[in-house]
């Protein structure tokens, strides 16, 4: 798809796939959602009809609850899915369970999973829209999303910022869709952490690697502190705790040393005392909480533009046109 203002996806898997002329189309229809997430006011009707389903395989508290009440203040009827007590331990396949859930009328699925690519999979298998709310250490597009919009909010224009993504970028999802988005828009990308957890190979993506976030600091117009993923790694990938946060935590002594006007995000959950400390995190520099807020608006937006297209084709299939299946394709 080129970069004119056409929405013509019936899925969100990863922003690899997408144009600026796409992802600035959700970006727009976010900002027309932000007062109504701002203010809790009255509901939408624009998902009126249409039934979301959350499909989250692995925990979830931000990126769960966003999706249900993006979808909720849209007008959707919505149900939750959660493997435990479900199908899924009795040994009913993924895909099984998707179509039995799929069966019952629904248009849109938001799925969670720890294998990569597992919502890849879905959307060749059923007919309903898929959504990736996180498909193991691969790709997190609605985090992406959010955090390069929470960025515009404050920065204007990417190109030419330099933006930080700092601490387990090796088990990170939401630092590939950050990369993936963020380089679209120009901007200058560095993932900084301990070598373990931040591997040279990742220079191939157009990013510089860096291993001293001191060093890298007062270049920084954005840092982005990522969550050290413990339920992902193996033992001994940094000596100690203590250690990771003295040398790759952001702290007040570390923020004064950066540019005045430094944003600071992290995706959360976060640890306080290790990837930054509760001053950084509650003080001026710090969008985290505008970020949550934010990431209401964009999982609006994508699911009410799926939503679209998806009216769209069946319209066209009503006047006689022959679009292609849903599950005949990857977007």
Partial sequence: MSDGATWNSLHLLGLEDYSIGEIEMIFKRAEEYLPLCRTGGMKRDDLKGKMIANLFFESSTRTRMSFSLAARRLGADTMDFAPSGSSISKGETFIDTARNIEAMGVDIMVVRHASPGAPHLLSRHLNASIVNAGDGAHSHPTQGLLDIFTIRQHKGDL???????????????????????????????????????????????????????????????????LRIQFERQRSGMFPSIHEYALLFGMNSERLARAKKDLLLLAPGPINRGVEITPEVADGSNSVILEQVTNGLAIRMAVLSLIADERTKRANQKKVGHSPIEPAAITR
Avoid: W
């Fill in 159 to 225: 190109k030419n910022l330099t933006v930080a993504l700092v601490g387990d970028i090796l088990h990170s999802r939401v630092a590939r869709s950050n990369i993936n988005g963020l380089l679209k828009f120009g901007a200058r990308v560095i993932v900084c952490g301990p070598p373990t957890l931040v591997p040279d190979e990742l220079r191939q993506l157009g990013v510089q690697v860096a291993h001293n976030l001191d060093a890298i600091l007062p270049e920084c117009d954005v840092v982005n502190m």
